[in-house]
T-cell receptor, first 112, second 113 residues
Framework: NAGVTQTPKFQVLKTGQSMTLQCAQD?????MSWYRQDPGMGLRLIHY???????DQGEVPNGYNVSRSTTEDFPLRLLSAAPSQTSVYFC???????????FGQGTRLTVV | GNSVTQMEGPVTLSEEAFLTINCTYT??????LFWYVQYPGEGLQLLLK?????DKGSNKGFEATYRKETTSFHLEKGSVQVSDSAVYFC????????????FGKGTLLTVNP
């Protein structure tokens, strides 16, 4: 049972480069979301999706794009990386409603 | 909007000490409440949850009771171990927020032998 799988685990980018963080889940969960974790800030919601073809912005969406073409996958795109996007990124999935979330292992991104 | 406030750390305890991490919340609707734990270098894992007032969630010796009158969900453990060293996050989900998961800022716990 893979759960939520994120790739890559580590990434270093140069300012201005673009990249996609991958997230896949095999639990048939409708709800998927991306968070970033920064020291002293907890987890902040970037984007979320309540089902294939439906996405919406969270607290800190600027500089990021998402799409949800299938139930399983929810990639996060950084359009033009900035040092302020250095962070640890977590993908999570759950059944829609008041249910617990399942998290991936995280992607540690450094933008230089 | 929804918010979660938890005690700021870091918290340092000796093995077998009693642990309390305070958590209070504001929410629309009837939230479900969660405690997540993050061990070093890992993602978040659900530790325990409570879905309605007066429910007690428990797991691995940790407990928390959903107190609607004080809007609190404090985490407790009677005797901590070195292996409990981690970051603990209080969180809530409410239908009034389109079921977005809202986190506190996290509390780093270090348990010394």
């Amino acid at each position: 049972n893979a759960g939520v799988t994120q790739t890559p685990k580590f990434q270093v980018l140069k300012t201005g480069q673009s990249m996609t963080l991958q997230c896949a889940q095999d639990m048939n969960h409708e709800y998927m979301s991306w968070y970033r974790q920064d020291p002293g800030m907890g987890l902040r919601l970037i984007h979320y999706s309540v089902g294939a073809g439906i996405t919406d912005q969270g607290e800190v969406p600027n500089g990021y794009n998402v799409s949800r073409s299938t139930t399983e996958d929810f990639p996060l795109r950084l359009l033009s990386a900035a040092p302020s996007q250095t962070s640890v990124y977590f993908c999570a999935s759950r059944i829609y409603g008041n249910t617990e979330a399942f998290f991936g292992q995280g992607t540690r991104l450094t933008v230089v | 909007g929804n918010s979660v406030t938890q005690m700021e750390g870091p918290v340092t305890l000796s093995e077998e000490a009693f642990l309390t991490i305070n958590c209070t919340y504001t929410a629309t609707g009837y939230p479900s409440l969660f405690w997540y734990v993050q061990y070093p270098g890992e993602g978040l894992q659900l530790l325990l949850k409570a879905t309605k007032a007066d429910d007690k969630g428990s797991n691995k010796g940790f407990e928390a009771t959903y107190r609607k009158e004080t809007t609190s969900f404090h985490l407790e453990k009677g005797s901590v171990q070195v292996s409990d060293s981690a970051v603990y996050f209080c969180a809530l989900i409410s239908g009034g927020s389109n079921y977005k998961l809202t986190f506190g800022k996290g509390t780093l716990l270090t348990v010394n032998p």
